[in-house]
């Protein structure tokens, strides 16, 4: 039973198709460069036996992307999850930007999933599948960095809901992960105010769960109470958080 | 560029001898490898572990290999394993000796990665029967600022080939190469020969030229110099027990040894380490051998590399010529004997090899010295007469060893150093890579 992971050339995603590989599931890896994921391929296919397929999209311009993912789907074993672990923040995410970086930053982190799980929803249906999304800390609170980025993943947090609004859990199952910070190349040099995860172990939970229904985790859990914190801070203490 | 991320980074030398603040990139996309600006001095970084600070330096970027870790092709049959250069030797001997497989030739810390190897010509664990590194790569990918990807072999390219080796780095970044593997011995049984001298270790090593693991240890202290064991993993033809195992990674030794926060190896805890390895070690006997603790031995070493202290320690590496080495060895232990250094360790190597630019291969025995603090002035003094003494016998030392070496001492020492230098020149001509070791010893 196949597993899609969108944005599977780094970070989480990379981790999700080492970890999905091992336990045997077939998958299908999507991200920009085929270089990339072709490396991924191969390397899960010697060590694993992986069966593997390679899609290179830049999720950016692809007006379509579901169409090729469908395409890509049609040689694999029935799709029953799809991890959209996609996603792109910017430094300069400060109301600095123009509208073409806007659009960028929304094609990634929300059209594109908005768009993948539309095209992939009969098949997961079909399937009793599962939906995995990913948030962020980054939006439990609009702050002046990380704007576009985090308008962006209030929508996926709203996809969710969506989802289960649509689906009952007994046809399509949905996973939300609100993630804190992992030690990829979206945090490498960045000051924390607190240590970042690891890739390998988030990814080793979220597959544990993939076969539970829908629900809404934060990963570390810690960060439930770090969002907690952010939410109910008065406002002009709130204002004053640089972070 | 999308996903371009330069971290400041505290990096220091395995040996504790050099620390710089410095650019850090970790690409882990294609593109990311080749997204610096053309003209930003960089250098790519394995795994750090080696002795000098050869994977970073004031004012580089320094390139970590981490993520490039994949095995792109592996032909069981025919015993080939294509594999990005940040792939780490101790995961590919747990990955290959799994399938009947082993890279015969790797350095004693398990975190070294493909690139480095390459990259220093390393030697393994019997560099008389299995040469160095390069004799078991086929091909090589080089990256190189402003250019297409390289793919270089013995006939394609074959001066970026040759040039890769004991390159350092400064002929452009290796993002994979294909290497040749070898079956590994089924069993290992360790013959251990106590040596009373240098010299007899010499003898003792070259009578067993082809044993697949062969070394020996020594005391360095004046009053015992030489003493010590030679160790000959000999393949054993009795029935091993499946296929051999390597520990897993948490058992390996780490990149960096935090380090105590007081010397062990002052000259009582010397006297006390050698007088115990001397009634552990040092007496004739045979007893099996298991290949992962003859791949590396030096996990088990934690505590000796901590013992060094804040201070830290240096490796002079020699390779001296048959004919000179007796002559050698006595005008070491008359040194000795007279400057009474912080000698943590000697081991002794056998080579048969030809030396070719930057890299530490030969004809003769190999003596690696390890010396605690040696910033003090004792040795200091000790380590700068060595360098005399085996440059006086022809010897040749390891560069991305020694981080005491000096220019000067690099150029008398190295025979074919300024050709080596202008070949470097060639595949790097506007000095776009560099690195404290590059600078240290203007290569
Ligand atoms: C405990 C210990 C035991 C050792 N045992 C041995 C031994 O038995 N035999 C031996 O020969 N050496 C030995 N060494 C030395 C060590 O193996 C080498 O220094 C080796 O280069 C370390 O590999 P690394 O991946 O950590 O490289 P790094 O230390 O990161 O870098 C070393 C050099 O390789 C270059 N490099 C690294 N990756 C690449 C790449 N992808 N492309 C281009 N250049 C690259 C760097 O620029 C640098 O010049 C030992 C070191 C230690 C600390
Ligand atoms: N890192 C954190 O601290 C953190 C915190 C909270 C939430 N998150 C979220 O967790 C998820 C994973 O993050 P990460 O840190 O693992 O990120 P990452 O390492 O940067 O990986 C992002 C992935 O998205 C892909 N991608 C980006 N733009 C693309 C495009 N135009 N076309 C195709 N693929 C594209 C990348 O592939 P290519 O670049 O190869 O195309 C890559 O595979 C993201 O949704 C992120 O927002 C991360």
């Known amino acids: 039973m196949t597993a899609v992971v969108v944005g599977a050339s780094s970070g989480l995603g990379r981790a999700l198709a080492g970890e999905l590989a091992r336990r045997g599931q077939p998958l299908l890896l999507v991200a920009s460069d085929a270089r990339d994921i072709e490396a991924i391929g191969a390397d899960l296919r010697i060590r694993h036996d992986a069966v593997v397929r390679c899609l290179a999209l830049d999720l950016a311009r692809e007006a379509d992307p579901g169409a090729r993912m469908t395409a890509a789907l049609e040689a694999l074993p029935p799709v029953t999850s799809v991890l959209l672990a996609v996603g792109l923040s910017r430094g300069d995410d400060d109301f600095g930007l123009d509208a073409s970086r806007i659009g960028e930053l929304l094609a990634i982190n929300l059209h594109a999933p908005l768009a993948i799980v539309h095209a992939l929803l009969p098949r997961l249906r079909e399937t009793r599948g599962v939906v995995v999304l990913f948030s962020s800390i980054a939006a439990v609170r609009g702050r002046g960095r990380n704007v576009v980025y985090a308008a962006a993943k209030r929508g996926i947090e709203s996809m969710y809901e969506s989802l289960r609004h649509r689906h009952a859990g007994a046809e399509l199952r949905v996973q939300l992960y609100r993630l804190g910070f992992l030690a990829t190349n979206l945090t490498h040099g960045m000051r924390l105010p607190m240590p970042a995860v690891e890739p390998v172990d988030v990814a080793r939970v979220v597959a544990d769960r993939l076969q539970r229904g829908s629900a809404r985790w934060y990963l570390p859990r810690r960060f439930a109470l770090v969002a907690a914190i952010v939410r109910l801070l008065p406002w002009g203490l709130f204002r004053r958080m640089r972070a | ?443």
Not at chain 2, 66 to 76: I, T, V
Request: a positive charge; proline letters at 7%; aromatic letters at 8%.
């Open chain 2, 1 to 443: 560029m999308r996903g371009l991320a330069v971290a400041q980074a505290e990096l220091t030398s395995f040996d504790r001898q050099f620390h710089a603040r410095c650019a850090l990139q970790r690409p882990d996309r294609y593109r990311l490898l080749d997204a610096l600006p053309v003209d930003a001095p960089r250098i790519a970084r394995g795994g750090g572990v080696s002795y000098v600070g050869a994977s970073f330096g004031d004012g580089v970027v320094s390139q970590s290999l981490d993520a490039f870790d994949r095995l792109l092709a592996f032909d069981a049959a025919a015993g080939r394993l294509t594999v990005e250069a940040g792939a780490r030797i101790g995961d590919l001997q747990r990955f290959l000796l799994g399938r009947g497989w082993y890279l015969p030739v790797t350095p004693g810390h398990p975190r070294a990665t493909v690139g480095g190897c390459i990259a220093a010509d390393v030697h393994g664990k019997n560099p008389a029967r299995d040469g160095t590194f390069r004799a078991w790569v086929d091909a090589l990918v080089v990256h190189r600022p402003g250019e297409e990807p390289r793919v270089a072999d013995r006939t394609h390219d074959a001066d970026l080939f040759a040039a890769t080796f004991a390159g350092f780095g400064l002929t452009g970044t290796i993002s994979s190469a294909t290497l040749r593997l070898a079956r590994p011995p089924h069993a290992l049984v360790l013959r251990r020969v106590p040596v009373a001298s240098l010299a007899e270790a010499a003898r003792v090593l070259r009578e067993a030229a082809n044993a697949p693991v062969l070394y020996g240890w020594h005391d360095g202290g004046a009053a015992h110099f030489g003493r010590g064991v030679v160790n000959i993993g000999l393949a054993s033809s009795e029935d091993d027990e499946g296929a051999p195992r390597v520990p897993p990674a948490s058992a390996d030794l780490p990149a960096q040894v935090a380090p105590l926060p007081f010397p062990l190896w002052n000259r009582a805890g010397l006297g006390a380490a050698n007088r115990w390895l001397d009634w552990r070690w040092r007496r004739a006997g045979q007893a099996p051998m298991a290949l992962a603790e003859a791949l590396f031995p030096l996990n088990r070493a934690r505590l000796y590399f901590a013992g060094f202290g804040p201070a830290g320690m240096a490796e002079a590496q020699w390779l001296v010529p048959h004919p000179r080495f007796e002559a050698f060895a006595a005008g070491l232990a008359e040194l000795v004997t007279r400057t009474r250094p912080r000698i943590a360790l000697i081991a002794s190597k056998l080579f048969a090899g030809v030396a070719d630019g930057f890299s530490f291969d030969g004809s003769g025995i190999a003596l690696a010295i390890q010396v605690a603090s040696p910033g003090s002035p004792g040795e200091r003094a000790f380590l700068e007469a060595l360098a005399e003494l085996a440059v006086a016998h022809d010897g040749r030392p390891n560069l991305i060893k020694d981080s005491t070496l000096d220019a000067g001492m690099a150029r008398r020492a190295v025979s074919g150093f300024d050709a080596a230098r202008a070949r470097r020149a060639r595949h790097d001509p506007h000095r776009l890579h560099g690195s404290e070791l590059a600078r240290r010893l203007a290569l």
